[in-house]
């Protein structure tokens, strides 16, 4: 029996990766392998690395030395975790890589304001020790939206072009995302290979907004899937 192909996932800023295990669940035809980074609500008390390429590093060592075998990879990332996807889609320069699932985030060369007002951030409680969670919780939020600001800035003026000439593409948006800019800009610097770029109703996190945009979103990924397994 051939072994399924590994889809690894990256979460947003403070979020549980498992959230997203238990919503992918139903898709056929992968193991899904969450990837839990230091700062997530899994790993709240490890310290926030210095940048995204950090992280870029971290998680690609640990997909080459943990995985290092010939089955066939897929990357989902969501806004802070698609940034860290986006960095490794150009370090996978083989066939190993089938396909990047990226959402939440925007073309580099797009102004965007992460405004603070915007973020969701935890709102406090009258438990004492529970707020000292949610404070730490909201800190590394901010840490890491501070990771992608300084990242963004240094790419402001990067010229698009093909970095993987592997790998299928797939871009989800809400349409109402205030930290997502939803344009098909991303095709011109991404794959030479096949790219879609798909609209949902709803914001950053426009699955939990609808219903239809929970399901829309599961058929895609599993459409995507489908194509390079070949069902």
């Known amino acids: 029996m051939l072994e399924k192909i590994k889809m690894f996932v ?9 959230d997203y295990v238990r919503l992918f669940k139903e898709i056929k035809g992968i193991e899904i392998i969450p990837i839990e980074l230091s700062g997530d609500l899994t790993k709240l008390n490890e310290n926030i690395l210095a940048s995204i390429d950090e992280y870029v590093t971290e998680v690609y060592k640990k997909i080459t030395v943990e995985y290092n075998d010939s089955i066939p990879i897929i990357l989902f990332g969501h806004s802070f975790g698609a940034y860290i996807t986006y960095e490794l889609s150009k370090r996978f320069q083989t066939d190993k890589l089938k396909l990047v699932i990226m959402s939440g985030c925007s073309p580099l060369h797009t102004d965007v304001n992460f405004d603070v007002r915007k973020l969701n951030l935890v709102g406090r409680t009258n438990n004492v020790e529970l707020n000292e969670t949610i404070d730490l919780v ?15 800035a240094k790419q402001r003026n990067h010229k698009p072009g093909i970095v993987n000439q592997y790998t299928n593409c797939c871009i989800l948006c809400g349409t109402e995302d205030p930290f997502a800019v939803c344009n098909e800009e991303w095709k011109y610097y ?25 399901q829309k979103m599961l058929k895609v990924i599993q459409r995507e899937i489908n194509k390079i397994i070949g069902n």
């Open 138 to 152: 909201n800190s590394n939020i901010l840490q890491k939206v501070d990771l992608v600001s300084e990242y963004r």
């Open 10 to 18: 990256l979460a947003h800023a403070g979020g549980n990766v498992w």
């Open 190 to 214: 991404y794959t030479a290979k096949n790219f879609v770029i798909e609209y949902f109703e709803g914001g950053h996190f426009f699955w939990n907004d609808h219903d239809n945009s929970m």
